[in-house]
C-alpha cells in the first residue's frame, strides 16, 4: 500500500494493491505532524539529552517521555512547563500544539518491519498465551488495560557479563462483568 499525503487538504490517496486510486479523508495532517516531530526531536539533539534525562526531568516514565516528544500522549500543562526548561529550543507553537491536539495513538504498518519493533512484538505473541494464562490465574477473568498503564524501558547486566534489555508492563487490571440485563442503566433498544 503506498500512502500519498496532501499538505492543505487533509487527505491522502492510498494506491490499493490492485493499483485502483482510492480517496480517504482525515481531520489529521499528516506533515504537519511530522515536521513538528522532527523539530522537537531536534530540540532534545540539541539539549543533548537521551529520554531517560528527559524522564526523570518530567517525573514520567521513558518511555512516556519518548512518546510525548514522537507526537503519541498528549502534553499537559504542568509537564509543558518542565518540558519548556529541559529543552530550551522547543518552539512555543510545538508545545502549544502538543497540548491542544489530540493523538493519533495508531502506527505506521511498515514500523513491524524494524527488526526492534518485530522482535518485541514476536516476543509478546509468542509468550502471549502463557501471559494470558497467568494473568488470568493471578487475577481472574479480564485484562490488562493499555490506557492505565505504565511502560518503562531499561536495561540489566545477564550473568555471562552481557546486556539485556529490561521492559516492564504496568497495567491495571480490568475484570470482564456479567453483563447483567438489571445493571445496564439503557433502555433496550428492542422495548
Do not use: W
Not at 490492485?18 to 499528516?30: D, E, H, K, P
Not at 529550543?89 to 495513538?105: C, Y
Not at 518485530?118 to 490506557?147: L, P, V
Amino acid at each position: 500500500m503506498i500512502s500519498h499525503f496532501l499538505l492543505k487538504q487533509k487527505t491522502f490517496s492510498i494506491k490499493n494493491t490492485v493499483g485502483c486510486l482510492q480517496r480517504a479523508y482525515t481531520s489529521v495532517n499528516s506533515l504537519d505532524i511530522a515536521d513538528r516531530i522532527s523539530r522537537v526531536l531536534t530540540a532534545k539533539t540539541n539539549a543533548n539529552l537521551s529520554y531517560d534525562d528527559i524522564a526523570s526531568h518530567l517525573g514520567v516514565t521513558n518511555v512516556y517521555a519518548a512518546q510525548l516528544l514522537l507526537g503519541q500522549a498528549k502534553l499537559t500543562t504542568g509537564t509543558a512547563e518542565k518540558l519548556k526548561v529541559v529543552l530550551p529550543s522547543i518552539r512555543k507553537d510545538d508545545l502549544e500544539a502538543m497540548q491542544k491536539e489530540f493523538p493519533m495513538r495508531s502506527f505506521d504498518e511498515n514500523i513491524m518491519k524494524e527488526p526492534n519493533v518485530y522482535r518485541t512484538y514476536e516476543a509478546i505473541t509468542h509468550n502471549g498465551e502463557a501471559i494470558k494464562s497467568i494473568i488470568n490465574e493471578q487475577c481472574g477473568d479480564g485484562i490488562m488495560s493499555a490506557i492505565d498503564f505504565y511502560l518503562d524501558v531499561g536495561t540489566t547486566t545477564g550473568k555471562h557479563g552481557e546486556k539485556r534489555v529490561v521492559l516492564t508492563f504496568n497495567g491495571k487490571f480490568l475484570p470482564f462483568i456479567e453483563q447483567s440485563a438489571e445493571d445496564n442503566g439503557m433502555p433496550s433498544p428492542k422495548e
